[in-house]
């Protein structure tokens, strides 16, 4: 037996075991009640910067820009509740150094704050310095270094950038003048006086009026707190969930605000504008009926499309001056610009590959367009056995390998392919999207379906012979850089709706044959007819554009904007009945594996199949939507007690089970389910229910998939 000495110390040990575990016990309560909590309000000050498309305030005091788009995402998560402290970047720095705020944005690992700082285990984004002068002066060109000797530079006091200024002078033995303020604002104003002839910033700026001079690498960005602060390790927290939940966030962050920073006229090198005041008229080909985008207009007899407005535009800001040539099709035309006979082919599939077998080079993209499947009938489980395919198209090599040679039969344009799937001599066809809509939207062809394929990429560029001077493709791309996203949306709806209403005669005829029989021996009426006719065109050309918008083009569902619009609705209307509403968010288990092991048209056909299951057991009156990739959205009105809310989680599991067994391909394939219950009794946001079943379903994932949970508050 042991002695009372021993047991004395083994009491002891005891207890401070008992005590480390209670006290380890309520540190995880506390953390999870914390994680429970979600959304507790809790103020936030935040340091606000104006910076263009980083940080703005409109003329109304509303905040938007990329970094703003990023705390309301955030706050999404957390709860926060934002006081926006307005000052300059020095000011905001010294702010958060002091604690007079909690956070700001935008900063780089900068070594002198270091140590007073805490920054976000994750980037936000990137920050690119700049060299920039006014539109106006001739004597400073871009990348032109030796001009800029001796020159005053203005740089910010608390510039985190303004090493790789030095390296840049240091590396080509030059010296500036530096001139120091406290800001980019402040450093601009002095630019326009002309105290200084050029202003060194650490971010990308809105150039209208300035020309850049250089580029610098791009380095991350981050949120920073003060040293030690409560707030980062949520902020960590809630980065890791942005990047889990939505992983193409901060590129459309960028694509919104950053990419929009176009300038007004391009920045041309020396050498550059001296090929330009050489060159001769280009000669220029394109594909005679890629209708939109680019064809020859019999009406006009010009060129014409998307690629004509652009190029219009391209002429206009680099001062070359193009010289059209019609080609019959498009293999002519390529074959002038492979051996060149031609300068440039204004539309091409961007494939670097393809660019180097053609013998030319590729310019920067101008237009994105998946490739669309065109049949009688779109069933893609039954299989496609006779292809119609445009020759020397990137779309048709690609699909040689998928299906053979001897499946396809070969036509000068996507024109005759369509007639030729129409007229039962083909099953199918590819098309660019937008090329497919074009002459989907021809009477004749109306019987026609289309549905758009993720597999292939469609980015169009334009092509330029490598016979040319090398200085022409960096002309064209700089040209192509400075059209606005303002300007190519007006050039793409005005070429949609004007082609899609170029033919209204002829598809009426097609469409009501007596009625044209009639109008023959009526003419005042024919005329009547006629106008009605092309009014009516119009808006339904316009209403069509606006119900694609609604629409998700694989699967047929709801997209995201038109399920959120349709669920507050229901919302609104439960509140005002007293009525309770469910709302299931479903996630399709082991979808990758289906893409990865068959490819993604297996993949396509699947979601396909998913969404029809889900439309047939839920019936008329809900709603069905597709969020994005494999995760779909149902919103049932109308629940009376929690016995319904199992059924309709069960009856989803089981028909997605039923499902995974109609195709060996598709048998490990299962659903997880979060769910949870709008009681019609308090007003609740669409965004609070949507967290919550957002919860629910990642509960599910984490208890091992094919399941489902419900929300409990």
Known sequence: MLGEEPMRKIRKKRIWIVFAATLLLCICRGTLSRADAGTQEKAVRVGYYILDGFQERDDNGNYTGYAYDYYAEIAQYTGWEYEFVEGSYEDCLNMLINGEIDIMSGLDVIGDFREKLEFSNHSMGTTQPELYAMADDEELTYDDYEAFDKKRVGVPRESDREDVLDEYCESRGISLEKVYAKDDESLDVMLQKGEIDMVFSGRAQNLSGRKALMYFDAKPAYFVTGKGSPLMMEMNETMERIMLNSPEFQLDLNEKYLDALTQELPNFTKQEMEYIASAPALKVVYDPSWEPIEYYNEKSGEYDGISADLFALVEKYSGLHFEYIRTENFSEALECVREGKADILTGITRSYSWGKE???????????????????????????????????????????????????????????????????????????????????????????????????????????????????????????NCVPNSKMDEILLNNMLKKRSMRPLQDFIYENPMDAVLIMFLTACFIMAVLAYIVWLKYRSERKIKETSRIDGLTGLYNRMETERLVRARLEEAERRNKKLLILSLDLDNFKQVNDTYGHLEGDVLLQNVARTFQENVGAGHIVGRM????????????????????????????????????????????????????????????????????????AKNAGKNCYRIYKR
Request: aromatic share 10%; proline share 2%; glycine share 6%.
């Open 628 to 699: 994005g990739g494999d995760e779909f959205l149902i919103c049932i009105p109308k629940i009376h007690d929690d016995k319904e809310v199992v059924f309709w989680a069960e009856k989803m599991a089981g028909a997605i089970a039923l499902l995974s067994q109609s195709k060996a391909e598709w048998n490990k394939i299962s659903v997880s389910i979060g769910l949870v219950v709008a009681d019609g009794k308090a007003a609740e946001s669409f965004e609070a229910l949507y967290q919550r079943v957002d919860e629910a379903l990642y509960q």
């Open 358 to 480: 053609c013998n030319v080079y590729l310019t920067n993209s101008y237009l994105e367009a998946p490739v669309a499947l065109i049949a009688q009938s779109v069933d893609m489980q039954d299989g496609i056995r006779r292809l119609a395919l445009p020759r020397d198209y990137y779309i048709t090599g690609q699909l040689e390998r998928q299906y053979g040679k001897e499946a396809i039969t070969y036509y000068d344009s996507v024109e005759e392919c369509v007639k030729a799937v129409s007229d039962g001599r083909a099953d199918a066809t590819y098309a660019n999207s937008y090329v497919a809509n074009s002459y989907l939207n021809r009477g004749e062809f109306r019987k026609l379906r289309l549905v758009e394929l993720s597999v292939y990429a469609g980015n169009i560029s334009a092509a330029v012979s490598k016979q040319c001077d090398p200085r022409l493709l960096s002309v064209i791309n700089k040209s192509l």
